[in-house]
């Protein structure tokens, strides 16, 4: 049998560290990170010391987020912030406003068609980000690279990106990550990066912006110290940089960015804050972090690795077995989250007297919908290119009833569960994020939404 990795179409050069949540280090020059001190007189090759803060200074040490960063050029160095887009957060401005208690779908989302990764489109939000509460779901479809000398950053949240398919190169501050479908990555808050598409081929899928904290992995309880994600699973960059280490002059070496202004002019960096997009303009490259350590960092993660718990007996049993990350709400009752973030998986089922399907339900929290396609192959129709198979998703209101169709109910009664089956493998499977607050959806989602399909079957046909 196979190791549970998936064989992906897009191979992946970049090298990573792995252990979600650990302290990490890397170098891009051996020598770059200061062995001792985190802010000492001259570091090597004549780089500066920055900090990134993910969390207060106070925050306990679990839930600490801070990395020390050795660049050549200070961030400090930028032109003004002046806003890209009106102000959509006055008053008399439209922000997302429509809250319904009717099941939503998007069997295909009405995207530009050409677009780069600023292209981004709100399906929904709730909360707000300058509370630090709740999050947004943003739809992506990149055709082409972001423009050359340009970089992005959420100032809102840490950001959870799956695509639907295709693969995004993503160049980041503290190293590169290429994800694809099949993987996900979460780049926090306040992090720059950079999106490329490899071999131009086109990238699609969802994001959730995550206004408040940090995605964790969820506790595990009375199932132990494994299963379901696994810690070694999750894969950090290493340090990587656009310049080079050369002498300088004095018998010493020094790190020189390679700062790409002559052939394309300044950099741009673009911040999204309160959804809305700023812009400045510098005269050196962001991506001149040589090395960097701490616990704020990027990271990505194959759905392949994911290690399916499930019944051994009868019942089907919750889906929380099927939690990926999941981001607690602090400060309210045990056990709620601000947003979970599951799938379902391909899996082997078997079970005595048990009716498979999702049982009927209703939920206070409110779920959203997506679908990834985990088939490599690009004979796959699912895989068809830039003409691209439709993708959509679909949102379930709090308390919304859903279920099975009455054809899949009686099919579900007279099927054979003794004989294992392996489900999930048409070649995608759902990704389900669930949030405790209801999301307002934008003008965008709710014009082009099939409304009140009421949560009978896949929501996706
Ligand atoms: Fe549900």
Redesign the pocket.
Known sequence: MMAPVTNFAVKDTNTYLEGFGSYHQSEAVPGACPKVNNSPQRPPFGLRTERISGSSFTSPRGKSYHTWLYRINGSLIHGDFTPLEEDTESPDKSRPQHLTPNAYKWPQFPLEEQADWLGQKLLARNADPQSKTGTAIWIFSVTKDMSMNTAFCSLDGETLIVPHTGALDIQTELGRLLVRQNEFAVIPSGIRYRVTLPEGRPCRGYICELFQGHWELPNLGVIGSTGLANIRDFQIPTAHFDGEVVEDGNGGRIAKANNNIEAHGDWTIISRLSGRLWSCNQDHTPFDVVAWHGTCYPYKYDFARYCILANAMFDEHDPSLYTVLTAPAYGSAPGTAVVDFAIVPPRWQMAEDTFWP?YY?R?TMQ?FVGTVVNEQSSDSPLNDGSKFHPFGAAT?SRFTP?GPTESEFVAARSLDTMTPQKVQTDGFFYIVLETEKPWYLTDWAYQNAVKNFNGKGNPLK
Do not use: V
Request: proline share 17%; no cysteine; charged share 15%.
């Open positions: 999702p339900h939920n779920e379930l859903h």
